[in-house]
C-alpha cells in the first residue's frame, strides 16, 4: 500500500491524474485518502494523439535534460538529485521571470 506510506506527504493532494495502467488498487487507495484520480485510456496504438495534460510532464522532463547534472543518474543520494531539480526549476523559473521584466 504505496500510498498509505506516504499518507502525510500527500494530505494536500485532492486530484492526481495516471495512465490506465493504474486502474484498480490505485484507485481505490487514493479514493480512501480523499483523492480523486483522473484515469486517461489508451487510444489508438497505430496513431499518434496527444493525451490531457501529458505533454507538461514530458516537457518538464525534456527541459530537466538540458542540465549536466540531471541528464544522468550522477547522484548517490536523493535528497541531491531533489536538490539539483530544485535548483533547475529555480533558474528556468528565473529566466522567464528576467524574461518578462525585460520586455517594455
Known sequence: MAL???QATLSECEEAMGHSTYKG??????KALGIEVEITTNLSQSSFQVLPWRWVVERTLAWFGNYRRLSKDYEYWVTTSDAMLYAAMVHLMLRRISA???DP
Not at 488498487?25 to 487514493?30: I, L, P, T
Open 4 to 6: 498509505a506510506r506516504n
Open 25 to 30: 488498487e490505485f484507485v481505490e487507495q487514493a
Open 100 to 102: 518578462m521584466s525585460d
